[in-house]
């Protein structure tokens, strides 16, 4: 297989130079922008609307330990366990240590937290594998909304430069006095709102701050919405780094079905609705969890996403792609505690509060992604990445609830004060040597077998079959792919036009690429990983895996003992 090594786009007529760019709008990156603001000039740079990303769309809310009875300790605990042996304990409980001042953070910046009923103080509540109540939540289930509004809201207010519809492309490399490669600033794709190309520019800087999100549009079906299509892990790879553990997706195991032809972003009925008692249903009337797990529906996400994927395989009563959600013992107050999925119900023409919803594991969360601290710094020298686009040790091989949007803005608000106190020296790029139209971009009609590939072999449960089936397809549709330029060497040579589509999905089939090169190595089922063919964890695979793409475009994958 080879994969582009840039995404072809005609050459730049535009620059701009800041001290810090920031790639991406979500949690992690206005908090990142909102941290440097004050001190530096800032860019971000996204491309649709400020509110594209997964931030907008989280339902659970944010962990952090609020109440006296629970402990940091208690928190980091739950979380190493969910992580299946492979979190940093100590950027955990760094990370723990910070999660309940980023809360107030945000509260002071002016986010409003659901009460406790009757009260002032904010109401904590439980989702799966936390053992205490430590998540805070607004609206009921639209958390991440408000977290999203007050952090639009605040970077607006403070002054943050934002550059809309521009798409990240690739970065810009440049060498320093000492020898030592350099990130330098990014090639940005300037587009309408259709994502039709209107020009090609540069936006150098001192430090480029990746936030781009995580990869769940790899997929068929997944709970992420259409702009999180691993823009960030693939400019990466195209940038020479290796990015760590891709392989562990988490699937939720509660997405909505829509039937069987829907695709891209599916509504998510939350983990919360199983803590308010709700329990799944085969296609035969069965219930899917009793004596899979002592915690039976609040088993933690993997558990009860694998049981769901092998009921579904027995298709029990004839129905093979989805079980069912009970919830009708809440009756109306179902309508009030879930005012979202309440609505994205009664578009398919249901009302929980009588029907049982139809239910599929889907793609959720990227747990792997750019290897970094929870400062940002990565192995480039100028280059950050923070939120879901990084892997920074406190996920492990499965991430625990609600602790992503607190890693958000934690990491973001870190980069961003660090940089306002040092930035790396200004170093020129180096001279771009090929010509940046001469790079094959995916034909777009191509896109939904890769993400059918990906759904199909790469879900919940894989083995060694149908992964080489998927790096087979995958293969394939790549060896296909197209020229944006005619040579005119090859006659029946497809023509593809740069723009939004075709560089996201040229983004995500070399994000799906490195997803089966790693799960492909990984012999044991470990965290939100399961292979069928190795169905145990095994001691010699507490390993992190790197993927790499070499200078002729194909992967390569290392392993390294974690420690
Ligand atoms: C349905 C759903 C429910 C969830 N519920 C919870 C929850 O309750 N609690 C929790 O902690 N987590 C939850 N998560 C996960 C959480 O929302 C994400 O992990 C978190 O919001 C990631 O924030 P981020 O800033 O890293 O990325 P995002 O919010 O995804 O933002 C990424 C940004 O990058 C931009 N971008 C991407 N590529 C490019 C490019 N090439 N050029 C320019 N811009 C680009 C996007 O447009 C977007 O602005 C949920 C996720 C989903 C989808």
Redo the contacts with the bound molecule.
């Keep these: 297989m080879s994969l582009p090594r840039r995404l072809a786009a005609p050459p730049a007529t535009w620059e701009r130079d800041v001290d810090v760019v920031v ?7 206005l908090s990142a922008a909102l941290a440097v603001r004050p001190v530096r000039s800032v860019l971000v ?4 609307i ?1 509110s ?4 907008q ?7 952090g330990v609020l109440d006296p009875s629970d402990t940091i300790e208690n928190h980091v605990r739950d979380t190493l366990e969910a992580g299946a042996g492979l979190c940093d304990e100590d950027v955990v409980r760094e990370l723990v240590t910070e999660a309940p001042k980023s809360i107030r953070y945000l509260m002071r910046l002016g986010a409003a937290f659901d009460p406790e009923q009757g009260g002032t103080d904010i109401a904590l509540t439980r989702e799966g594998g936390h053992s205490h109540n430590r998540i805070v939540h607004s609206g009921g289930d639209r ?2 909304a408000e977290v999203q509004r007050t952090l639009d809201e605040s970077a607006i207010g403070a002054g943050v430069d934002v550059l809309g519809h ?3 492309l690739d970065l810009l490399l440049g060498t320093g006095a000492d020898g030592e490669r350099q990130a330098v600033g990014v090639r940005i794709g300037k587009t309408d709102e259709h994502g039709v190309l209107v020009s090609v520019g540069v936006v150098t800087a001192r430090a480029v701050v990746i ?4 990869y ?1 549009q790899v997929f068929a079906s997944t ?3 259409p ?3 691993g ?2 892990v693939a400019m990466a790879l195209r940038a020479g780094l290796p990015v760590t553990d891709v392989e562990f997706v988490q699937f939720h195991p509660t997405v909505m079905w829509r039937g069987p032809d829907a695709v891209g972003q599916q509504a ?1 009925v939350s983990e919360a609705v199983r803590g308010e008692g709700a329990i799944l249903y085969d296609g035969a009337g069965d219930r899917v969890m009793l004596g899979v797990h002592p915690l039976e529906d609040l088993a933690p996400r993997d558990v009860v996403a694998a049981a769901i994927s092998r009921r579904m395989a027995e298709a029990p009563g004839g129905v093979d792609d989805h079980v069912y959600l009970d919830a009708t013992h809440m009756g109306e107050r179902f309508h009030e505690r879930f005012p979202s999925i309440t609505e994205a119900c009664r578009e398919i023409g249901l009302d929980p509060a009588i029907d049982r919803i139809p239910v599929a594991p889907a793609a ?2 990227a747990c792997g992604g750019i290897r970094a601290g929870l400062d940002g710094s990565t192995s480039l020298r100028g280059l950050y990445a ?4 990084s892997a920074t040790g406190v996920h492990g091989a499965n991430r625990l ?6 890693e ?1 803005v934690v990491a973001g608000t870190r980069v961003g004060r660090d940089l306002a106190w040092e930035l790396p020296d200004r170093v020129p790029i180096d001279i771009e040597i090929d010509d940046p139209m001469d790079h094959r971009l995916l034909d777009p009609a191509r896109l939904r077998e890769v993400r059918a590939v990906m759904s199909r072999h790469v879900g919940v449960l894989r083995d060694e079959m149908s992964l080489s089936s998927a790096a087979g397809a995958l293969g394939s549709i790549a060896h296909g792919m197209g020229s944006a330029k005619r040579t005119g060497a090859i006659d029946d040579e497809v023509r593809v036009e740069p723009s939004r589509r075709t560089w996201e999905g040229t983004n995500i089939l070399t994000v799906a690429s490195a997803v089966v090169a790693a799960a492909r190595t990984r012999h044991e089922s470990r965290g939100c990983h399961r292979r069928s063919d190795f169905p145990e964890p095994r001691a010699e695979w507490l390993r992190h895996l790197d993927v790499t793409l070499a200078a002729d475009g194909a992967l390569d994958v290392s392993d390294r003992p974690h420690t």
Excluded at 45 to 48: L, P, R, S, Y
Excluded at 57 to 63: F, R, V
Excluded at 401 to 406: C, E, G, R, V
């Design positions: 790639l991406g709008s979500g949690a992690a990156g740079v996204t491309k649709d400020l594209a990303g997964s931030t769309w989280a339902q659970g809310g944010l962990a958390s991440g521009a798409f990240a936030a781009s999100g995580g769940g709970s992420n919405p702009a999180v299509t823009d960030g998510l959720h969360y923070v939120g879901e686009v609830a609600s602790n992503s949007l607190t958000s």
